[in-house]
């Protein structure tokens, strides 16, 4: 597999960037001063990983093989150039607290285990002569055009260019697919049919092993016109994801998938590792499509098929359609095993800021100063958060440039190289993810990563492209029949419940649907806003995107304002807000709160009310520009120093902190 050339030259361009040196951990032997990848790491990699992440299987999405796709990572960031200790990669060689130990064959001897740790707190040296990469795409101007053309919706400019243009239909744009592949999502069945009648090839296979018919399976009538030209229904990409696969997660995908089963598509998984279509219909609750799948001979049993439990929990007259032993209640859940320790670290936790606050006048001028002691330390954190961790994160990075936006519309003075930087690093990393997303695969987190990740992105006024249409997809294929998106994870309190999740789905399909779908995306966002009217929720979390939601919608003002009054009165009467009505204030909730009332148009940042939310913030602000927020959500990630105060709470108070710059930002 091969990425585009803009996503691996970022990807290098960050892995140079990346490179610095830690110590060891805890007893593991030093690893050489300087590792040699070919010398010291490519052997153990070729012997212990090769076998489940290299050229024939690649479990979990991730291979080993070649350097850009090892730093991507597969369905989780694996190794961040300069962070072993934040590089899961490690963490899985050392100790289990992030899942079995790796590799399964065996714990690797500690000289080994020691050069890899070197190698990746080296910056990750990958010479390219063994970087395992195949040259990139080059680009053809008239397929470029078509494609553009395409995209854009121009009917008359693709036919115009179509006639001129006949030799290009089966050339690439720069991330290698052809005009016929955009044809298949972006356009409709008679530009699919007349790209075939040009003899564009309905089989070409793109740098990530997907095909046209892959891309198509949204609509019935384009995957009809090539599978009549001769499409492959069990192509396979280098993901694993099959037409019928992808045709089995979307929620209107049955008429779809009973095609491809009268072309000869294949019920079962490919390999042994794949996930087969019967999962993916039981995922969705789609007991019609579960049932035709049965019908044609699928296997409930076979390789990939879900559990009998997974049937039961997510979709139960699937289960019902499996017999009694599959319908059967839950069993008790077993006994927890024994929590492991931590695995060891090179980093120190820094302690929190010292405790040098005050009582606060609220006035322009301490507001003012309040947001410029924070806006530095915000946008440094913002940087090196990403730094470490090769990927970017909600709490970290999206929320940051919310702030960062918000405080450059009221005419703060904001670092734009950084801003800049961070914008266009976001942007890399979720067009590395493109051709998965099309494929209606998602980064870690699925739904409840994917929006805020793209959040960022659309409150800097990021222009669309094909990898924002990507993720606009993948979001739409997670959107219920009653409207609602559910959330994957549960980290409290950012990813935490299904308003939140629902209300920044929806916006990122106002913001980036593709233009050829908005009728399709529009109803998606007023299916959303249909839910959000009545959904309720008690933590501050809900209640402020229930808000924000209802008014990116353009509900009815009865309707926003009765949220409005929802959240206002959970102020207490210090002026803050908490983020469960169990919990103290801190400014987390309270930036939070107030962003959500001021950006709705529900409160004035001169009202009473508001100013004593600003009071509670301007009072609780340490000196170094930051506010303490402490933490209540499980780790899903290895924990490392991003360069923010308050030791183990620093991501939650990083986000906090930028909620509550954004919220006194908004103050005139």
Not at 121 to 133: I, L, N
Not at 287 to 316: E, H, I, K, S
Not at 352 to 370: F, G, K, L, N, Q
Request: proline share 8%.
């Amino acid at each position: 597999m091969s990425l585009t050339r803009a996503t691996v030259t970022a990807t290098l361009a960050a892995a140079a960037m990346l490179a610095s040196v830690s110590g060891q951990a805890p007893g593991v032997p030093p690893a050489v001063a300087k590792v040699d990848f070919v010398r010291d790491v490519q052997p153990i990699l070729r012997e212990h990983c090769f076998s489940c992440h290299g050229p024939a299987q690649q479990m979990n999405g991730f291979r080993l093989d070649r350097r850009s796709d090892a730093l991507r990572g597969g369905t989780f960031p694996v190794i961040a150039p300069g962070n072993s200790d934040g590089s899961r990669f490690y963490q899985r060689l050392i100790g289990t607290q992030f899942g079995a130990q790796m590799p399964p064959t065996g714990r690797l001897a500690p000289e080994q285990i020691a050069t890899l740790k070197a190698w990746i707190d080296q910056g990750v040296a990958w010479p390219d002569a063994v970087s395992g990469e195949l040259p990139p795409p080059v680009a053809d101007p008239g397929a470029t055009r078509l494609i553009a053309a395409i995209r854009g919706g121009d009917r008359d400019a693709f036919a115009r260019l179509l006639g001129a243009n006949r030799q290009s239909v089966n050339r690439t744009d720069a991330t290698g697919s052809t005009p016929l592949m955009y044809a298949a999502f972006y356009g409709d069945r008679a530009q699919v049919q007349a790209l075939l009648d040009s003899r564009a090839n309905p089989n070409y296979v793109n740098p990530s092993g997907a095909t046209a018919l892959m891309w198509a399976v949204t609509d019935l009538g384009k995957t009809q016109a090539l599978l009549a030209a001769g499409a492959n229904p069990n192509a396979r990409s280098d993901d694993g994801r099959t037409p019928i696969l992808i045709a089995a997660g979307l929620l209107d995908g049955g008429p779809v998938v009973e095609r491809l089963l009268d072309y000869g598509a294949n019920t079962e998984a490919m390999r042994t590792n794949d996930v087969a279509p019967l999962r993916e219909a039981a995922r969705i609750g789609d007991a019609t499509m579960f049932q035709t799948l049965l019908t044609y001979g699928a296997d409930p049993r076979g390789p990939g098929a879900p559990t009998p439990a997974f049937v039961r929990n997510n979709c139960p007259t699937c289960a019902d359609l499996l017999g009694p032993g599959a319908a059967a209640p839950l069993a008790p859940p077993a006994a927890a095993a024994a929590p492991q320790p931590p695995p060891p670290t090179t980093f120190v936790y820094s302690g929190p800021a010292p405790d040098t606050r005050r009582p606060v006048e609220v006035s322009p001028a301490s507001i003012h100063a309040a947001v410029e002691r924070s806006l530095p330390l915000i946008q440094k954190s913002d940087v090196a958060f990403m730094q470490k961790i090769g990927c970017v994160s909600c709490h970290q990075n999206s929320v940051a440039a919310l702030a960062v936006s918000t405080a450059r519309a009221n005419g703060y003075k904001v670092d734009e190289a950084l801003a800049s930087r961070q914008m266009k690093a976001t942007a890399a990393y979720i067009d590395s993810w493109r051709d998965r997303s099309f494929q209606g695969l998602g980064i870690l987190g699925a739904q409840d990563s994917v929006s805020y990740i793209v959040y960022g992105l659309a409150v800097e006024h990021y222009p669309g492209d094909s990898a924002t249409d990507a993720q606009a997809f993948f979001l739409k294929t997670r959107q219920l029949a009653n409207g609602q998106w559910r959330i994957a994870a549960r980290r409290p309190p950012i990813e935490s419940n299904d308003i939140q999740v629902t209300a920044l789905s929806m916006r990122i399909l106002q913001v980036y649907g593709p233009k050829t779908h908005q009728a399709e995306y529009t109803r998606a966002v007023e299916n959303a806003r249909d839910w959000l009217t009545t959904a309720k929720g008690d933590s501050l979390e809900e209640k402020a995107f229930r808000l924000l939601g209802l008014s990116w919608a353009g509900a009815s003002p009865a309707v926003v304002q009765s949220a409005a009054q929802d959240l206002l009165a959970d102020q207490r009467p210090d002026g803050g807000w908490a983020q469960t009505p169990a919990l103290a204030p801190d400014a987390y909730a309270t930036g939070q709160a107030l962003v959500a009332l001021a950006s709705s148009g529900s409160l004035q940042p001169s009202d009473a009310r508001y100013l004593r939310g600003a009071q509670w913030l301007l009072n609780d602000q340490y000196a170094d520009g930051s506010w303490h927020v402490a933490t209540r959500a499980n780790p899903i990630q290895a924990p490392f120093e991003s360069g923010f105060p308050h030791g183990k709470d620093q991501w939650i108070s990083a986000a906090g902190t930028s909620w509550a710059a954004a919220a006194l930002a908004l103050y005139k």
